[in-house]
């Protein structure tokens, strides 16, 4: 059964760091993912895009919000994917989650079709 889980999710105070992690599992995950990314929901609000990545060429992709801010990355040999959060604010306030898509679709969320359970991100200010 292919699935994803994300971790690494917190409580921080804003200007501090996190890093969450995403691990893919099943045999045949790679045979049907091309791309990852991460979005974010908080309350009462619609999921939105923060980043994705390409598992072959190591292509990213930012969400203005957050570029300069956080940085994804991926290990092709262990099948995780990574998202480095700095400088946080007390906006970045969500639930994240983790996503893989058939093909590169950066931002579009209907394009991905295999999503985590989510990790919840804390910014104290």
């Known amino acids: 059964q292919v699935q994803l889980v994300e971790s690494g999710g917190g409580v921080v105070q804003a200007g501090g760091s996190l890093r969450l992690s995403c691990a893919a599992s099943g045999s045949t995950f790679r045979l049907s993912s091309v791309a990852m990314a991460w979005f974010r929901q908080a309350p009462g609000k619609e999921r939105v895009f923060v980043a994705a990545?390409?598992?072959?060429?190591?292509?990213?992709y930012y969400a203005n919000s957050v570029k300069g801010r956080f940085t994804i990355s991926s290990d092709n040999a262990k099948n995780t994917v990574d998202l480095q959060m700095n400088s946080l604010k007390s906006e970045d306030t969500a639930v994240y989650y983790c996503?893989?898509?058939?093909?590169?679709?950066?931002?579009?969320?209907?394009?991905?079709?295999?999503w985590g359970p989510g990790t919840q991100v804390t910014v104290s200010s």
């Open positions: 996503a893989s898509g058939r093909s590169w679709v950066r931002s579009d969320v209907n394009g991905y079709d295999l």
């Open positions: 990545i390409t598992w072959k060429e190591s292509d990213t």
